[in-house]
């Protein structure tokens, strides 16, 4: 899911010239089988979870949805619209 913190790290990297902000949604979940002993909160932001969640992306096994596309940057609000 994308939040607001996504978006507002993509609007401060992205080069506006020429650009628009794309918003990806996958609206599936993704199961994984980890040890009982694992803070499950902890694994999400961990290289391996992540690297997992990729590979299913890449393999096809997720689809992938348009959910919005901004194409102009407001420089006084610094918002995508």
Sequence with gaps: MITGDDIRRLEEEATRVGKKLLIIET???????VPTNINPHKYVETDECKKICADKIL???TDLY???VYTEYNEVTG???
């Excluded at 609206?27 to 089988?33: A, L, P, R, T």
Aim: charged share 30%; glycine share 6%; aromatic share 18%.
């Design 59 to 61: 393999s096809g096994i």
């Design 79 to 81: 918002e995508w619209t």
């Design 27 to 33: 609206q599936q979940f993704f199961e994984i089988e």
């Design 66 to 68: 348009v959910e919005r």
